[in-house]
């Protein structure tokens, strides 16, 4: 313990710190960073992926140009539905949004459209950062959400996720998107659109 | 501090009783319990290396207890490069003053916060709307109980104990729903739309956290309803709250506990948003409470140190024989279940005396927790911990006292026997009555005409 005199004039910053460095065991070290052993060749992660994310409510689209996505979407959430498309391979059909500087605005968004850096086989996330969000709020906000990730870009195991993070340009805000929003708090009786995104649609993307 | 929140009144079999009284109501909540333990079952399973992962996690963990100082030093360091303002508390009663000194900085009354068992274990929104903060609580698991002026009763699912018709009623009552509309759907979809609102209006969102990575200086939030990125992303103030062991050294660590966490807690592969806070977005305001609250002293525990690993997945809760039939909020503490009865004790040893005898110490907790926490061996050092120090009821005491006694003397235990076989086979209401602890719930045994010593002793003659 520290003396109550010592604690007198010790912020809690000092007195925490010196209680733990008092009290922490002899140092243990780190295990090795864990290896997936599950590998699995390109076409099983695919599968597995889809897979995956169709149990926990994603719709999986696969598609093979980006004209097909942009004509899915067309057909999909018509006029007046209000489309934000940050993708810039689809600002053809689907302008590129402006987005102010007040995530509010954003409260009447139909469908965000946008591109994930990659996603994970075995649960069914799509890793997204700021940098692609154009707001942080949009995939949050918006009434239903679209990612596109390309085929190639399926790692499998979240080991392979930060392996793959760590190798990339670092961000202010990312977060894994699995699925639509969802709640199974009322009787455990599952509920998609709880408070995010009431869709996930997932645009899986082969070829160019 | 903890202790002086609120007046003990019952102890855990007093309010396990009164649970109990409701058989039907007991037989679903169990049952509503093993199947989310089931769920576990089959999401662990199909990780070919999950014995391995919980090795791993396990020892991650212990790296880190035995570096905490270290790695508090480095997220500290690393979040305020990130422009993160990192605040200290000692105690919850620090912990809630820094939190409203923030909020009344802003000068808004409104806030939102997401799941965070630390501010449950603080009582923060008590201490909130004394200082006349409106806190709304955005999951909808806790905005039902929150309705209701109830605390969760689980860490993971808060609203566990209470049916639909239930939650219809209470919706009805403060949401203005339709009366007698108890569709799940419906009601989250009318939670969306009154949450939605909130979301909306207030500019302070507070968070749990649920990793916060030392190498970076940024903190993982999961959910699956995204009630957590919706309140930080609109609000203007971001105010994340963490006990201090909550820190991990690396981010590639992550990758560790997300596979293990989601799985653990209810069998999805991971939640929906897992969400990496490193630096604010431009304009807006991040703090993160590290808060201690009696975790410093734990951690020179050797005995009690581990339960310091948690990732709180509420497997342990989900497994358990005695809470799935007792109800969480039998355990008058915030966090529930095994692993809130070797928490509890550690803040505050008389008032929570009786929580480490609420299990049958079957150790089924210790086998589905992620990071691998000897709970079951926890809960019976500390039965011993606390008879030590006086806080074993009289009953027990008397009761263990007499066992020991007769135990001891082979004569003794012999005529006590016989003593008692011949009550139950005669005279069985001196058993079978409320006086007996044993009786309770429970038929008694037909008692044998001897015992096994005499069977033997007649039976060895004879050969």
């Known amino acids: 313990m520290v003396s109550q005199k010592q604690k007198e004039v010790m912020s809690s910053r000092e007195q925490i710190l010196a209680n733990i460095k008092k009290n922490q065991p002899p140092l243990v070290s780190l295990p090795a960073a864990t290896q997936s052993t599950t590998s699995g060749l390109p076409d099983e992660r695919v599968h597995k992926f889809v897979t995956v994310l169709q149990a926990i409510g994603g719709q999986v689209v696969p598609v093979n140009s980006w004209d097909a996505i942009a004509a899915y979407v067309s057909k999909q959430f018509p006029p007046p539905a209000r489309t934000i498309n940050l993708v810039q391979e689809l600002a053809n059909d689907h302008p590129l949004a402006v987005l102010e500087n007040d995530p509010h605005q954003l409260e009447s968004v139909t469908l965000a459209l946008l591109k994930g850096h990659f996603a994970v086989a075995e649960n069914g996330a799509v890793w997204i950062t700021d940098t692609r969000l154009g707001d942080r709020a949009l995939p949050f906000i918006c009434e239903h959400l679209a990612l596109i990730v390309h085929a190639d870009a399926i790692v499998p195991t979240m080991h392979d996720a930060y392996e793959r993070i760590a190798g990339e340009a670092p961000y202010e805000f990312g977060t894994f998107i699995a699925g639509p929003s969802k709640t199974a708090d009322i009787e455990q009786s599952l509920v998609l659109g709880a408070h995010g995104a009431k869709t996930l649609t997932l645009f899986l993307l082969s070829g160019n | ?463």
């Open chain 2, 1 to 463: 501090m903890e202790a002086t929140a609120e007046p003990k009144t019952k102890d855990h079999a007093a309010l396990a009783d009164t649970f109990n009284k409701d058989e039907a109501r007991v037989d679903w909540h169990d049952k509503t319990l093993w199947f989310i333990r089931q769920k576990r079952d089959k999401a662990a399973w199909q990780i070919p290396d999950w014995e391995h992962l919980r090795e791993t996690a396990s020892q991650i963990k212990h790296n880190v207890l035995s570096n905490l100082h270290h790695y508090l030093e480095t997220f500290e360091k690393q979040a305020q490069q990130n422009g993160v303002t990192v605040h200290w508390a000692a105690d919850a009663e620090e912990h809630n003053r820094i939190v409203h000194g923030i909020i009344q900085k802003t000068g808004i009354t409104r806030v939102v916060k997401s799941k965070s068992m630390l501010t449950e274990e603080c009582h923060l929104n008590d201490y909130l709307a004394a200082q006349g903060i409106d806190v709304v609580d955005t999951d909808l698991g806790e905005r039902i109980v929150q309705l209701a002026g109830e605390p969760p009763s689980h860490i993971v699912l808060p609203c566990i104990h209470w049916k639909k018709e239930e939650i219809g009623q209470l919706f009805h009552k403060h949401l203005g729903t339709p009366e007698g509309n108890s569709d799940p759907q419906f009601l989250a979809a009318a939670a969306r739309v009154h949450l939605r609102e909130r979301f909306m209006t207030s500019p302070v969102a507070i968070t749990g956290v649920n990793f916060a990575v030392a190498e970076t200086g940024e903190i993982v939030v999961c959910t699956n309803e995204g009630n957590a990125d919706l309140g930080v992303q609109l609000a203007d103030v971001h105010i994340a709250c963490m006990g201090i062991e909550k820190i991990i050294p690396q981010r590639k660590h992550l990758g560790v506990f997300l596979r293990l966490l989601a799985r653990s807690a209810t069998g999805q592969p991971i939640t929906t948003y897992s969400s990496h806070f490193r630096k604010p977005r431009p304009g807006q305001h991040m703090h993160i409470v590290l808060v201690d609250n009696g975790r410093s002293e734990r951690l020179g525990s050797e005995d009690f140190r581990n339960a310091l690993k948690c990732i709180r997945c509420g497997a342990c809760m989900n497994t358990c024989p005695v809470y799935r039939r007792s109800g969480g909020h039998s355990y008058h503490y915030a966090i529930a279940g095994p692993i809130g009865s070797i928490l509890a004790p550690g803040l505050d040893m008389k008032k929570n005396a009786d929580l480490p005898f609420a299990s049958t110490l079957c150790g089924s907790c210790s086998n589905v927790c992620p990071v691998k926490i000897d709970i079951h061996d926890q809960l019976y050092k500390w039965r011993q911990v606390l008879a030590k120090n006086g806080y074993v009821s009289e009953t027990k005491k008397t009761g263990m006292k007499g066992m020991a006694f007769v135990l001891s003397s082979p004569g003794l235990y012999r005529f006590s026997g016989a003593i008692g076989r011949w009550f139950s086979r005669y005279l069985p209401f001196m058993v079978n009555n409320s006086l007996n602890p044993w009786y309770k719930q429970r038929e008694m045994p037909q008692a044998p005409k001897e015992s096994f010593g005499e069977w033997y002793r007649k039976n060895k003659k004879k050969s």
